[in-house]
């Protein structure tokens, strides 16, 4: 019997069972939520608005600004901005990760300079990129290249180091071209470690964007956040950030999805860590 | 079938691995010479850790010699390596399936290399899994199969390709002997039927009796220590006396 045929024919939980499951989970989710935003709402009864305003003034400005095309343009500008420099720091990683796995003279050369940049703080980059570049656009993606760079670069490294050499070897024995030696064994083995490299660099991404957007632009959910401080405006503030932490979440959500279903090939053991 | 036209030959073939910290590099293989003819199945008897998988490997052409020639069909294996496209097949000693294809999938990995059409490609899988007793299993992820299923599954797979050439690195080592035994009779059913060339390497005497019309027995590093031919059809006194003689040279029996 397959360990298919023994899932299915063992006996599982009912409809019931699934739906308690379910909600249990839900309830996990969201509890830490519920209690975080319990205690902002409890303190807003005792402090002034402008240090910790009402959930529902917070709520009212987000409606005004997912409503306001204006607004919202600010919020699609930082999303464009987060996923161009993820998408050029990609590309731009994977480019160096694969010359330094094929050759060590290029991994030996690159690593160090791809360590010095780790070190280097975002706000430098800021400050470098405002020095070299004149347009916005150009200097915020510079900088969300530059930060994320290193670590897309060590971990897809890591991926294709990491690769099983017995099944590399395996695929090697049926002789194939170099574009189908990537389509059927090198793409597949490290799209795990690309999709953690994505949901990993996502978080970093949307901290180091709005670094960048507070300091040398004119638009997006790093600018607003600016004009919010100048005039003491929290509820304005935390609006702002939740767009932010809502894109995050929901790409998050996406990114999970798409791990669901390509990696479906994946066992499942009824025992987890 | 006479070894007078070799189709695999190793001509003083020395393998040697540079290890670290060592002031010599170590000797997998020395100075061997090997033939195997056209439709021979040869049988590569030796301990662990002999140098059978090195040599396995330069047939393949996944490894150079150091020193020697390897010719199969008269070209280099390892330098004209895209030439032996769909020429070779192996069965490695572990199933190693590729985990994100379905056992259809993982069969039809050589004939996609081999550019055979979607359509066709997949009847040729699904036969093969039939073949080899997989009907209603074509859609699993190797992670739902048994071990002895996934051997099937790499075993259809080395098929598919009608490769003339099957090179087989103990790739029954790792199952349960009552699964072992199906498998290698179907395997070995598979090869006569088809006249393929056949190098099986392996570290059981028995299995080599089974498998092998010839047997060579390697002693370390790798070396043709004794070479014997088994009549067929050999009688159990005959395989009897043989397996005696193999032990004495010094093969775990």
């Known amino acids: ?113 791809l360590t010095l940049f780790q070190g280097i703080p975002a706000l430098s980059w800021v400050v470098f990129a405002i020095i070299w570049f004149h347009g916005i656009e150009p200097r915020i993606f510079f900088i969300m290249v530059m930060t994320t760079l290193p670590a897309f670069a060590f971990q897809v490294l890591g ?67 600016l004009q919010q401080q100048q005039v003491f405006d929290m509820a304005g503030a935390l609006a702002w950030t939740l767009q932010l932490v809502l894109f995050v979440l929901i790409a ?8 669901r279903i390509i990696f479906r090939y994946r066992a499942v053991s009824e025992r987890t860590l | ?34 033939q195997v003819g056209r439709g021979q199945m040869l049988a590569l008897l030796g301990k662990t850790g002999c140098g059978k998988s090195t040599i396995f490997n330069m047939i393949a052409g996944l490894t150079e010699p150091s020193s020697g020639h390897v010719t199969v069909d008269g070209r280099n294996p390892f330098r004209d390596f895209d030439s032996f496209r769909g020429k070779i097949a192996i069965v490695f000693q572990g199933d190693r399936l590729l985990p994100w294809r379905t056992a259809v999938q993982n069969v039809e990995l050589g004939l996609e290399m081999l550019d055979v059409p979607a359509e066709k490609r997949r009847a040729t899988a699904m036969q093969w899994l039939s073949t080899l007793g997989l009907r209603g299993h074509e859609h699993d992820y190797p992670h ?20 003339s050439i099957l090179l087989c690195d103990e790739p029954f080592s790792a199952l349960d002997e009552m699964t072992a035994q199906r498998l290698r009779d179907e395997f070995l059913r598979l090869v006569r039927e088809s006249a393929k060339t056949a190098l099986f390497i392996t570290h059981s005497i028995n299995e080599a009796l089974e498998v092998g019309e010839r047997i060579m027995v390697l002693h370390r590093p790798a070396r043709i ?17 043989l397996r005696t003689v193999l032990n004495r040279k010094g093969v775990e029996g």
């Open chain 1, 1 to 113: 019997m397959t360990m298919s045929q023994a899932q299915l024919a063992s006996p599982s939980p009912g409809s019931a069972g699934r739906g308690g499951a379910l909600g249990r989970r839900a309830v996990t989710y969201v509890l830490p939520f519920v209690v975080v935003a319990g205690i902002w709402q409890i303190a807003s009864l005792f402090f002034p608005p402008f240090l910790f305003p009402s959930l529902v003034d917070v709520f009212k400005r987000c409606v005004v600004i997912l409503s306001s095309w204006s607004q919202f343009s600010d919020v699609l500008a930082t999303v464009g901005r987060i996923l161009a420099g993820l998408a050029g720091a990609f590309l731009l990683g994977t480019g160096l990760a694969v010359a330094m796995a094929r050759s060590r003279a290029s991994n030996e050369f690159l690593s160090p300079i």
């Open chain 1, 159 to 225: 991926a294709l180091q990491g690769m099983s050499r017995d099944l590399t070897e395996m695929v090697m024995s049926f002789r194939p071209t170099r574009f189908k030696l990537f389509r059927v064994m090198i793409i597949p083995a490290i799209l795990p470690d690309i999709v953690t490299a994505w949901k990993v660099n996502l978080g970093n991404a949307s901290r180091v964007v709005v670094v960048a957007e507070l300091v040398g632009a004119t638009g997006g959910v790093g600018y607003e956040l």
């Open chain 1, 252 to 259: 998050q959500a996406i990114l999970t999805l798409i791990e």
């Open chain 2, 1 to 34: 079938m006479t070894p007078s036209q070799p189709i695999i030959s190793l001509q003083q073939v020395s393998k040697s691995f540079g290890k670290t910290g060592a002031v010599s590099p170590y000797v997998a293989v020395d100075r061997l010479d090997l």
């Open chain 2, 144 to 163: 739902a199969l048994s071990g002895g299923m996934r051997q099937r599954v790499s075993i259809a797979r080395a098929f598919a390709t009608d490769a």
């Open chain 2, 225 to 241: 220590a004794f070479e014997a031919k088994v009549p067929p059809p050999a009688s159990v006194a005959e395989r009897a006396e």
